[in-house]
């Protein structure tokens, strides 16, 4: 029956998120000829509608957020990574201006709003087999939100975990971001329960789920830093994973 129940629900899922996007489209395209702040404010509109439609699933989302963060701080947010819907989740959370993200570069043709954003608004496509150029993208990307005071969103894994196991960090990236931007402070994400609720993409959604999201205390920085504050960020979210499955907080079915 649970399974019957899943694939009920995700048809009016799938044709909600479809409308949220088409609603959204020309209003971003237009916002997006003028500013990056104004395309910003609509995109997270758009990202905390996205997750509402994860409602009609009956998906519960568990935020922690702590005291120490402010929405919409200049700040780099260091998140692991469990599927598709952490962007809109981390995106609702971190407020506007709307974060910047380094997405994977087939995202920018072919999605209505998501590959239009990536494109205008200074996000850092990424293409794993060729590292030099990410990096660029991931500098430049950098460079211009320390010049703008846009926080940034990296996911140091460099993949998604599909079976909600902590990969090991790549370092490279989240180095270079910390090097450009000395002076942004780091905000450790730890989310579970992403990768299975996403585990069949969208169809079927499994039906009364839960996704936990904790944003942590900024990081102190320090000059010369980045390797450190990477390999602390790591310990910081696999201790919060730890501590919620121990817990039984999000269980391996992700219910």
């Known amino acids: 029956m649970q399974r019957i129940r ?19 489209h020309p209003l971003i395209r237009i916002t997006g000829l003028f500013s990056y702040g104004a395309m910003g404010r609509l995109v ?46 981390i995106g609702s959370i971190a407020g506007t201006p709307a974060p910047r993200f380094a997405a994977h570069h087939r995202l920018r043709r072919g999605i209505p709003v998501v590959s239009y954003v990536i494109r205008r608004g200074g996000y850092a496509p990424i293409d794993r087999t060729r590292p030099r150029e990410a990096l660029r993208a991931i500098r430049d990307m950098a460079r211009r939100s320390n010049d703008d005071g846009v926080p940034l969103v990296l ?15 790549q370092p490279a990236g989240s180095a270079t971001m910390l090097v450009v931007a000395p002076d942004m402070p780091v905000v450790p994400v730890a989310i579970d329960g992403a990768w299975s609720l996403m585990k069949h993409g969208l169809f079927p959604t499994p039906y009364g789920h839960r996704v936990r999201i904790r944003f942590h205390e900024p990081l102190d920085r320090a000059p010369g830093d980045a390797t450190d504050v990477v ?23 992700g219910r």
């Open 231 to 253: 390999a602390q960020t790591r310990e910081v979210i696999a201790a919060t994973l730890a501590e919620w499955r121990a817990a039984g907080l999000v269980d391996r079915a």
């Open 155 to 169: 996911f140091p894994e460099g993949k998604r975990a599909r079976d909600g196991e902590l990969l090991p960090f």
């Open 6 to 24: 899943d694939w009920i629900f995700s048809i009016p899922l799938l044709a909600a998120i479809g409308t949220t996007l088409l609603a959204f």
């Open 44 to 89: 997270v509109a758009m990202e905390r509608t996205l997750v509402r439609c994860f409602r009609i699933c009956a998906v519960r989302i568990e935020k922690e957020v702590a005291p120490g963060y402010r929405p919409g701080d200049p700040v780099i947010l260091l998140a692991n990574h469990q599927s598709n819907f952490d962007i809109p989740l």
